[in-house]
């Protein structure tokens, strides 16, 4: 269950946030509330790695509280997310990813691709996201995208059959928002 992107530090674990990686695809704010007041923190920046043991996860200060999980309207956009679990039972999913995309026409206008279960944050994938403007999503971009999204990934030894469940998992989440076979 170890980190297989975002593990150069001290922290080897896995976020256990499903609802993270799908609100951070989805571009939603968490809204806080604490001695001083009101803030609000876009959940990609809500959820932060470790630099030391007695750092926080995530970006809730001394007597703070979440108060409200904001989702934009999705506009237009498609979204998906898929997970790769060893059973069906409740068990936490080995990878899984969330995929947000707007299309014009049939080709990708945006795209925001997350993968959960990978790294100690919902780890946002710049290089999947920018393989996939301006392409329609088929078998071949899809792949593309999930070869993209790991493509900085590093197995701690034993972990490494999670950089292939994460690649498939950001493949078939990008099919399935685009309404194509999985």
Known sequence: ????????????????STLGTLFTALGGTVRIFGPKGKREVPVEKF?????????????LGPN????????????GAKAATYEVR????????LALASVAIT???????????VMGYVAPVPWRSKEAEESLIGKTITEQTAKAAGDAA???????????YKIQLARVAVKRALLAAAGGAK
């Open 1 to 16: 269950y170890h980190a297989i992107l975002g593990n150069t530090g001290p922290a080897y674990f896995v976020s256990p």
């Open 47 to 59: 959820f932060v790695i470790p630099q030391s043991e007695n750092q926080r996860e995530h970006d």
């Open 64 to 75: 703070e509280i979440v108060t409200e999980i904001v989702l934009p309207p999705l506009s």
């Open 86 to 93: 060893q059973k069906d039972a409740m068990d936490w999913p």
């Open 103 to 113: 299309l014009n026409g049939n080709k990708v206008r945006t795209a925001s691709v």
């Open 150 to 160: 790991v493509s900085g990934a590093k197995s701690l030894g034993r972990n490494a």
